[in-house]
């Protein structure tokens, strides 16, 4: 199994910035691609962005696209989404995600991924 936990959640101004972190842990997975979304209540679970195993491809939803960055440290097993200026429609439960594959493609489909993070908190206020 692979455990993932996310942190650096919390309260912000509008306009403002915070940095999630996803450490994964258990199991030794190979090319994982890594992915984040969010889900805000009676609505489905949004992709905003993902990176594959080697960090060369990213993947970025529209709506975060300039805003939101992904990047990882596979040294440390750890991928981070730095977010900037952030508005109150970002506010949510933020999920990371872990799929294993050999593709390059990231998909956006929360089906497509097989391990996900307890999720961690995230309010704008205006």
């Known amino acids: 199994q692979v455990q993932l936990v996310e942190s650096g959640g919390g309260l912000v101004q509008a306009g403002g910035s915070l940095r999630l972190s996803c450490a994964a842990s258990g199991r030794t997975v190979t090319r994982p691609t890594m992915g984040w979304f969010r889900q805000v209540p009676g609505k489905e679970r949004e992709f905003l962005t993902g990176i594959n195993w080697s960090g060369s491809t990213t993947n970025y939803a529209d709506s975060v696209k300039g805003r939101f960055t992904i990047s990882k440290d596979n040294a440390k097993n750890t991928v981070y989404l730095q977010m900037n200026n952030l508005k109150p429609e970002d506010t949510a439960v933020y999920y990371c995600?872990?799929?294993?594959?050999?593709?390059?493609?990231?998909?956006?489909?929360?089906?497509?991924?097989?391990?996900w993070g307890q999720g961690t908190q995230v309010t704008v206020s205006s």
């Open positions: 995600t872990l799929r294993v594959s050999l593709s390059e493609v990231i998909p956006t489909r929360p089906n497509e991924y097989a391990y």
